[in-house]
């Protein structure tokens, strides 16, 4: 690699040429150029290769408006990644137009290389959200991160097990999502911190979250309402992994670690869990 790129280097400005050096630049400039490839790191991903789907905003854009959002970050164990790919990889079989959650890109596109798979979607941070994504005025901002922070202190570390395939739609019917939903472990805890930022919004004349909170993250999305076609991708993959021995003791779990609030694109730290 380096006698590659030697080859490709240019000689000081200050240097006098030498009939070596001009032999050398007169070889030098019937090289071809160098492979990109072989420019790049190794584990390089070419996002701008990929499909990529268009949200539509849960609300308009209205000057002076921030969008909040209180959740708990989650990053997927590495030994549970590769048993995800598999799945993802069956979930884009049964329903087309699905893509990665935030990173946007087509799930059929990430399938094809397991290196993109797992660094586009799978290594990233997902969220348990504990409230809704709602529109503030920039004045409300340092007093709902401050009522957070005193509603959050505290907070002792526990287990959040993600155990079940499910389907959600947003309030709006404009997207819908393939989820790993907590349904025993963590989910008493994770409902009392819903209920802590549930009074922080009601001080604030927010919109609470749901009365029966179901924890969760979503992995991909589609555009519109699919319910139908979710509801039976989730019963083929939970068939699929009750039939495959590997699957049948897999269980996603990750400790809660720490509760952020994010504002616009700035995020505050609210709690960091202690032992």
């Not at 050096?21 to 790049?40: F, I, M």
């Not at 348990?128 to 007093?143: F, W």
């Not at 003791?249 to 700035?266: D, E, M, P, Y």
């Amino acid at each position: 690699m380096d006698a590659l790129m030697a080859n490709y280097a240019s000689g000081s400005d200050d240097d006098e040429p030498t009939a070596s050096t001009l032999e050398n630049q007169e070889a030098s400039a019937l090289l071809p150029p160098p492979p990109l490839d072989l420019l790049q790191p190794p584990n390089f991903v070419d996002y701008s290769k990929m499909a990529q789907g268009s949200r539509i905003r849960s609300f308009p854009h209205v000057e002076g408006n921030y969008a909040l959002h209180v959740y708990i970050p989650v990053v997927i164990p590495f030994d549970a990644r590769k048993q995800l790919t598999i799945v993802m990889r069956r979930a884009a079989s049964l329903v087309p137009d699905l893509y990665a959650v935030d990173a946007d890109y087509a799930l059929a596109e990430l399938c094809k290389d397991e290196q993109k798979l797992e660094k586009v979607l799978l290594a990233r941070e997902f969220h348990v959200s504990l409230g809704r994504t709602v529109a503030i005025q920039v004045h409300q901002i340092d007093s709902i991160v401050a009522m957070l922070r005193q509603k959050f202190q505290s907070q002792q570390r526990y287990w959040m097990d993600f155990t079940k395939w499910e389907h959600f739609v947003n309030d709006d019917s404009t997207r819908s999502f393939l989820s790993l939903e907590v349904t025993r472990t963590g989910l008493s805890e994770i409902t009392k911190q819903v209920h802590m930022v549930d009074e922080v919004y009601r001080l604030h004349g927010l919109p609470e979250f749901y009365k029966n909170p179901r924890p969760h993250i979503s992995l991909v999305w589609a555009l519109g309402d699919i319910s139908s076609k979710l509801k039976q991708a989730t019963k083929e993959i939970e068939n699929f992994q009750n039939s495959v021995n590997s699957y049948k003791n897999c269980n996603l779990r990750c400790k809660f670690s720490r509760v952020v609030c994010k504002v616009g694109n700035k995020v505050y730290d609210i709690c960091q869990a202690v032992d």
